[in-house]
C-alpha cells in the first residue's frame, strides 16, 4: 500500500476517475421558455426528463451556476435507498397512512432510478446490494432495536435484525455487535450518474446552459410570468422550479431558508483482494451506523473505500467551500472512523479527500412545492438522503406542473398527494444563532458518542437534548 499525497478538493473523487465535463455554454440574453428549472443537479436533471417524456412539446430550460453535478450530486456517498428527511414529522402532522405512502414511493425510486439507467444507457456503476447498518456499542444496539420495531410499523418488513455473526457475514466491521439490512439500497458512482443524466435530457432538447449563476428569482402572476434573473439575462417561464439544494442561500431572499450543512468524504486507495477476503462486502453493500453523528461508507467499483461524516459541519453565514477542499482535521477523523471500522485498512492510503453541502431545512423535512398563482416551485431539503429523494421530487414536481397546463386529472399519478407536497417549514435563525446552534448541536452528538463508547447502555440524554433543540425530531 503507497504512501503518494492526498488529493484534496478538485470538486470530488468522483469526477477525478471520469474528468471534469467539457463546459455548456452560458445563457447569452434573455429568453423565454415554458418552464425555467435552476440548478443542474438530479433533482433539476430528473425534472427536466421527466417533464420532457411526459410533453416532448415543453421549451425547458436548466440554468446552473458552474456545471451540472458540481455540487452533492457529484460528490455525495452514492447512496441510492429509500430514507428520507421527516417521515416521523410527516406522519404525526398529516397522518400515518400519508407517511407510509411516500415510505413505499421512496421504495419504488429506487428501482426507477436503476431501471431509468438501464434503459438510457447511463452506466453508474450501480450494484443493488442493499443498505446495511451497524451498532458497535450497547446504546447504538439499544437504538438498532427500536429502529427496526419503527420501521417495521411503516411497512418495511424486508428490514432484517443480524446478529454479530450475519453482520460479519456480510461486511466485517469490527466490534458490530447488531445490525439491520434492507434490500432498498444500491450502490452508485454519483458523478456519472449525473453526467449521464445531462447528457440525456440535453439530447431530449432541454436547453442547459452552465456558468450562468440565477441571483434571483421573481414570482409572476395576474398574466405575467415568473423570472430567473442572471448576470447574462433573466428568463421568463410559466415556471420557475428552484432546484438549488445546498447552494439556495446564494439566491436574493433565501439565505434563511434552507441551510447548507458540510459533508466530507475521503477514499482509499484500491484494496488488495487480502483485505476483501477477510472483510468480505461482496454484496457491494451501503453501509452505515448508528451513531449521533454518524458515518456512510460503499465498496466502490474499483475496490475503495469510499467513507463519509460531517467534518466542520457549518460555515458562517450560509457559505459554501470552495471546490470540495477540505481541512486536514477533517480528514484525519475520517481516516480514523475507517481504521477504526476496518482494522486490516490502518496501512492503506487515502487518495482522495473532498466535501460538499446539502440543504437543511428547519424542521430537517424534505418538501415538493409549486404555487400556481406566481408560477414558483422548488423541491429539495433533502438533508443527506437525495439521490434516491431528487426522483421522487422530480416526478412530483412532474405531476404539479402538468395539473396546471394540462387538462384536469391527466397523467396524475397520486404523487402531488403524498405529505411532503405543500409543505411548508419557518426559516432558519439569523446568525450568530444559527452557526451557534449547529455547531452547538454537532458538539453534543460527538459528546454523546464518546459516552456512549464509554460503556453507556442506554442513548446519551445529550444527545435526545440536542435533537429536541435542533428539531430533528
Not at 421549451?59 to 455525495?76: D, K, P
Not at 452506466?123 to 456499542?137: C, L, N, Q, S, Y
Request: charged share 20%; aromatic share 8%.
Amino acid at each position: 500500500m503507497g504512501t503518494s499525497a492526498t488529493a484534496n478538493g478538485g470538486v470530488s473523487f468522483w469526477y477525478s476517475t471520469i474528468g471534469l465535463p467539457t463546459p455548456r455554454r452560458p445563457l447569452d440574453g434573455s429568453a423565454e421558455a415554458d418552464v425555467c428549472i435552476v440548478g443542474g443537479g438530479y433533482t433539476g436533471l430528473w425534472t427536466a426528463y421527466y417533464l420532457k417524456k411526459a410533453d416532448p412539446s415543453l421549451r425547458i430550460t436548466v440554468l446552473e451556476q458552474r456545471f451540472c453535478g458540481y455540487g452533492a450530486s457529484g460528490r455525495n456517498g452514492g447512496w441510492l435507498y429509500n430514507g428520507f428527511a421527516g417521515r416521523g414529522v410527516f406522519a404525526r402532522r398529516y397522518g400515518k397512512p400519508g407517511a407510509i405512502a411516500m415510505q413505499q414511493a421512496m421504495n419504488g425510486a429506487v428501482d426507477e432510478v436503476i431501471a431509468v439507467c438501464a434503459a438510457e444507457g447511463i452506466d453508474a456503476d450501480i450494484a443493488k446490494g442493499g443498505m446495511m447498518e451497524v451498532a458497535r456499542t450497547p446504546a447504538q444496539l439499544e437504538r438498532l432495536g427500536a429502529y427496526v420495531e419503527n420501521e417495521h410499523s411503516f411497512g418495511e418488513t424486508g428490514l432484517e435484525l443480524l446478529s454479530p455473526a450475519e453482520a460479519a457475514a456480510r461486511i466485517g466491521v469490527a466490534g458490530t455487535l447488531g445490525a439491520t439490512w434492507t434490500p432498498h439500497g444500491a450502490r452508485i458512482q454519483p458523478a456519472k450518474l449525473v453526467v449521464g443524466l445531462a447528457r440525456v435530457v440535453e439530447a431530449m432538447g432541454v436547453s442547459v446552459y452552465e456558468s450562468t449563476a440565477v441571483q434571483e428569482i421573481v414570482p409572476g402572476g395576474s398574466g405575467a410570468p415568473a423570472k430567473a434573473v442572471t448576470a447574462q439575462g433573466t428568463v421568463s417561464a410559466r415556471f420557475v422550479l428552484r432546484a438549488t439544494e445546498g447552494f439556495t442561500s446564494a439566491l436574493r431572499g433565501e439565505r434563511r431558508s434552507w441551510l447548507p450543512m458540510n459533508s466530507s468524504m475521503v477514499v482509499t486507495e484500491p484494496l488488495p483482494e487480502a483485505f476483501w477476503e477477510a472483510v468480505g462486502w461482496s454484496g457491494r453493500e451501503t453501509l452505515g451506523d448508528m451513531a449521533h453523528a454518524y458515518m456512510y461508507a460503499q465498496r466502490t467499483a474499483d475496490d475503495r473505500i469510499a467513507l463519509g461524516g460531517r467534518g466542520v459541519p457549518y460555515r458562517f453565514g450560509s457559505r459554501t467551500d470552495n471546490d470540495g477542499l477540505t481541512a486536514q482535521k477533517t480528514v484525519d477523523q475520517l481516516r480514523a472512523i475507517l481504521v477504526d471500522f476496518f482494522p486490516a485498512a490502518a496501512d492503506a492510503r487515502i487518495d482522495h479527500a473532498w466535501s460538499g453541502v446539502l440543504g437543511v431545512p428547519r424542521d430537517w423535512c424534505s418538501t415538493v412545492e409549486l404555487d400556481p398563482a406566481t408560477g414558483l416551485g422548488l423541491a429539495g431539503g433533502y438533508v443527506g438522503s437525495g439521490v434516491t429523494t431528487t426522483n421522487l421530487a422530480a416526478r412530483t414536481l412532474r405531476d404539479l406542473v402538468l395539473r396546471e397546463s394540462a387538462p384536469a386529472g391527466s397523467g396524475d399519478t397520486g404523487l402531488t398527494a403524498l405529505p411532503w407536497v405543500n409543505h411548508r417549514v419557518r426559516r432558519w435563525e439569523p446568525e450568530p444563532l444559527r452557526w451557534i446552534g449547529v455547531h452547538g448541536m454537532y458538539a453534543a452528538y460527538h459528546a454523546a458518542d464518546r459516552q456512549e463508547r464509554g460503556g453507556r447502555a442506554t442513548t446519551s440524554p445529550i444527545a435526545r437534548v440536542a435533537d429536541v433543540v435542533s428539531g430533528r425530531h
